[in-house]
């Protein structure tokens, strides 16, 4: 019996534990890589979506700078007795009015009577042909290198 236990004790202590605490190398580099990979899916993600945001913001503000400019315009063209353009100047003759539309091209603004009326615009014209009023307007150009237009052509009433 004595050499029993004198056999179970050197059996007991003779088995020891591994040291289980912490990770081995292998483990650190896989797990380094797959939370690389994620990150850069993540990161590239949000960077796609940033620029996509980004774009459609120009996108929309021209629009909406070339939606006031045309619908000013044309509002004004279709109530006026006269279209006259001098230079640069688009000046439209109403029976209660003369309304002056101009392009500032350093600023890219479009000017109604000298006062601000809308940004973002790279080109603005009018030329008149007999009762017939066309008008250009084209916007800057977005992040990637699109812009919108607008052209029209307006017949004037006869009389007023």
Do not use: P
Not at 12 to 27: D, P, Y
């Amino acid at each position: 019996m004595m050499f029993l236990r004198h056999r179970l004790k050197q059996s007991c202590c003779s088995i020891k534990m591994k040291n289980t605490k912490g990770f081995t190398l292998i483990e650190l580099i896989v797990v380094l890589t797959v939370t690389t990979i994620l990150l850069g899916t993540v990161i590239s993600v949000l960077l796609l979506s940033i620029d996509m945001y980004k774009t459609d913001e120009t996108k929309s503000a021209n629009q909406d700078s070339l939606n006031i400019v045309s619908t000013s315009i044309e509002t004004n063209i279709r109530r006026a007795s006269a279209v006259n353009v001098v230079g640069t100047e688009c000046q439209v003759v109403t029976s209660t009015a003369t309304n002056i539309y101009d392009l500032d091209s350093t600023t890219k603004t479009v000017s109604l009577n000298g006062a601000f009326l809308a940004d973002r615009i790279e080109s603005f014209s009018c030329s008149v042909s007999g009762n017939t009023v066309s008008v250009q307007i084209s916007t800057i150009n977005d992040r990637q290198g699109s812009h919108q237009s607008y052209n029209t052509a307006i017949v004037l009433r006869k009389g007023d």
